[in-house]
């Protein structure tokens, strides 16, 4: 017999307490068992078994070594070069994003949607396409190329503007969504005694969107700080970020030592900047009174206004929209289709099967990964629902994002040398890959359901454990129905990163069954113009395939569905 919402609400009353904090604290372990159990095997564990084998010498751990590699002049360039970039990008796409943020805000116009896609496909789409798309642009034979005989694939401006290129969303999206509950009274009361429009904005407007400009700096330094595949592609030999270095140490110069100290000072770094970016968080969520941002949108006025307007939509167009589709263009070539139908034949080169198979290996591994992405992020999501949650479970809340700062690099090579052996020698099956790849989607999951989880009544959950309901049964009548649309979009997300995930999937995913991504990183390793287009092609499959799941997202996204 199913339980209705007026038994459910008549029971809630009854509902007793104490009984009803202890069980939910048991059941919130319950909950919590899975997905600790899934990161201490497939994210803890590899990481350790890695560090641990670069670090021991003769059975015993040299700490010391940590300050032999950091004495390295190459590793001080790269340490150096790493975080000045990701300041670098950080600070350019402030300046180049926040005008955005502020139209998005404040004006409404005609395709505020669509518009908002648009800037938010570069987010999801894999870095291996964004440092192809630059390639396409300003690389060798790129437009750039062609029309001025000018080339950027080999300077740092390559990767600062692909850097903005992908994080320009990050900025719009969060500091927009903020600037546009903020009530434009308090600036315009400003004004009216007296205060110059820059001076109000300074004085009034900033200081409230401090918090919200703080979180998407952070969030933007933390990507761009691990960036991996933009700067693999467009950094060549000369500039080589952490990650790229852990890469190069592993793969190529198979210096586990020196690759275990850099995975250390990244997870250090990455630990303090979550750390600053949860207290920001907390503080934007509890030091502002907002409106609903209906209210705040109206068509621009007067030629400041339609000025900034056009502004931004000329920087979406030359940022955002221009380097998609040169690599459109390029994957046609000057023979139309003649790259994809490329794509279908074995050249027994980088590929032992068709190029165009990892189309169908990608799908495949990312339904998988979306699978146990959703399962574990859903179970995380529940456990985490409580406001009340004390020390342990806000800690297991900070390490369920630990995976999108750790080294992908470091992660995948984990893998093959701790599941190595039985009961977990996984090194030949295929669930190596999804595994890998649900890592970075969980993360999505527990941040696109945990707002709607926490707004659901407790009581409601209460009460249908009094008439007697298994924790199963209160998920699937109570929590399910209210949070089946976050949970698409969830799904969503999960797939998208999924799709695009490179850096673990580098060293896991077996020739015969390579990634869209692993692809086009070994087409672009190889020279000729037939390898340089099937790269393109693969690319613009690719986008194509993540641009799909935007649309999806879009129709499905709510606002209470998270942030992005």
């Known amino acids: 017999m199913d339980l209705t919402r007026t038994e459910v609400t008549r029971a809630g009353k009854q509902a007793g307490k104490p009984a009803g904090t202890v069980r939910g604290s048991a059941a919130r372990l319950g909950l919590m068992a899975v997905p600790v ?18 670090l021991e010498v003769d059975g015993v751990w040299r700490l010391g070594r940590i300050g032999d590699v950091l004495a390295q002049s190459d590793v001080r360039h790269v340490l150096w070069f790493t975080t000045w970039q990701a300041l670098a990008s950080t600070a350019l796409t402030l300046l180049v994003a926040l005008p955005g943020a502020y139209v998005f805000a404040r004006f409404d ?14 987010f999801v789409l894999p870095t291996v396409v964004v440092g192809t798309a630059f390639l ?26 692909a850097h903005v290129f992908f994080n320009y969303a990050v900025v719009v999206r969060t500091v927009g969504g903020l600037w546009a509950q903020l009530d434009p009274r308090q600036e315009e009361a400003a004004r009216m005694l007296g205060a110059s429009r820059l001076r109000a904005w300074r004085q009034v407007t900033l200081p409230a969107l401090a918090p919200a400009v703080a979180a998407a700096a952070l969030m933007v330094f933390l990507f761009t700080f691990t960036s991996f595949g933009v700067v693999q592609i467009l950094g060549g030999p ?25 995975t250390l000072i990244q997870f250090a770094a990455v630990a303090a900047v979550l750390a600053v970016h949860a207290w920001t968080v907390r503080r934007r969520e509890s030091a502002l009174r907002l409106v609903d941002a209906a209210t705040t949108a109206r068509r621009p006025r007067g030629a400041g206004q339609w000025t900034l307007f ?69 179970l995380a999501a529940t456990a985490l629902t409580r406001r009340d949650a004390g020390r342990f479970v806000r800690g297991f809340d900070a390490l369920l994002m630990l995976p999108l700062g750790v080294s992908a690099v470091t992660v ?13 020698d996984l090194r ?34 209460e009460a249908a454990a009094v008439l007697g309901a298994s924790p199963w049964r209160v998920w699937r009548e109570v929590d399910l129905p209210m949070v089946r649309r976050a949970l698409l979009v969830a799904a969503g997300f ?59 997202l879009e129709r499905l996204r709510t606002d209470r569905s998270g942030e992005f």
């Open 412 to 424: 995948g090579f984990g893998f093959l040398i701790a599941l190595d052996e039985p009961p977990l």
């Open 109 to 122: 116009f005609p395709g505020k949607q669509v518009l908002r896609a648009v800037v938010t496909v570069p």
């Open 37 to 54: 159990a899934f990161f201490a095997v497939f994210f803890a564990y590899p990481v350790a078994a890695i560090v641990a084998r670069g």
């Open 310 to 378: 056009a502004g931004v939509l000329g920087t979406v167009a030359v940022l955002l929209v221009l380097p998609l589709a040169v690599l459109v263009q390029r994957s046609l070539g000057a023979s139309g289709f003649g790259y994809y139908r490329a794509l279908t034949h074995e050249d027994g080169g980088a590929f032992l099967v068709p190029p165009i198979e990892a189309i169908g290996n990608s799908l495949q591994y990312a339904v998988a990964a979306t699978v146990i992405a959703v399962v574990i992020g859903a």
């Open 428 to 461: 030949s099956s295929w669930i190596l890959v999804p595994l890998a790849q649900a890592l970075v989607g969980v993360p999505f999951v527990v941040r696109t359901m945990l707002p709607v989880l926490r707004a659901v009544d407790g009581r409601l959950r």
């Open 238 to 262: 000369t500039f080589s970020t952490l990650e790229v270095e852990i890469y190069r140490q592993t793969s190529q110069v198979f210096d586990l030592s020196t690759a275990a100290v850099l």
């Open 136 to 161: 396409a642009l300003v690389g060798r034979g790129g437009l750039l190329d062609d029309l001025w005989g000018l080339r950027l694939d080999t300077t740092v401006w390559a990767i600062l503007l």
């Open 494 to 552: 999960a797939f998208a990163v999924s799709l695009g995930e490179f850096g673990a999937t580098v060293f896991i995913a077996r020739p015969d069954n390579p990634t869209l991504p692993v692809a086009v990183a070994r087409l672009l390793g190889r020279p000729g113009d037939m390898n340089y287009g099937q790269a393109m092609a693969l690319s613009t499959i690719l986008m194509l395939v993540c641009a799909v799941a935007l649309v999806v």
